[in-house]
Nanobody, 124 residues
Framework: QLQLVESGGGLVEPGGSLRLSCVAS????????IGWFRQAPGKEREGVSC????????YYIDSEEGRFTISRDSAKNTVSLQMNSLKPEDTGVYYC?????????????????WGQGTQVTVSP
């Protein structure tokens, strides 16, 4: 059974850092594009970053600032999202998901098999 479990969220002050992890079971992450999304209260789910099966990385939020870094550990079957210089507007539930196709996209509808999410709260 394909399953994704996120962890690493929490409460952090502005300017702080968090590292989110997405552990997969029932399939091999290397063979799929894996995306990170977030959803703030009252807002639509939005794409944050994605890593393709070939290892290509895409960032859909603050790509110029370079605050987020996505990575994959094949030995642990895990995809991580390192988040630095966090801002209050980064608050939300963060999800990882498997792309339905082979390629990364920023659209939530292009992804299936979602994890349960992990809460990130950035507040003084």
């Amino acid at each position: 059974q394909l399953q994704l479990v996120e962890s690493g969220g929490g409460l952090v002050e502005p300017g702080g850092s968090l590292r989110l992890s997405c552990v997969a079971s029932g399939f091999t992450l290397d063979s799929h594009a894996i995306g990170w999304f977030r959803q703030a209260p009252g807002k639509e789910r939005e794409g944050v970053s994605c890593i393709s099966s070939a290892g290509g990385r895409l960032y859909y939020i603050d790509s110029e600032e370079g605050r987020f870094t996505i990575s994959r550990d094949s030995a642990k079957n895990t995809v991580s999202l390192q988040m630095n210089s966090l801002k209050p507007e980064d608050t939300g539930v963060y999800y990882c998901a498997v792309a339905k196709g082979r390629w990364c996209t920023y659209r939530a509808v292009d992804f299936g098999s979602w994890g349960q999410g992990t809460q990130v709260t950035v507040s003084p």
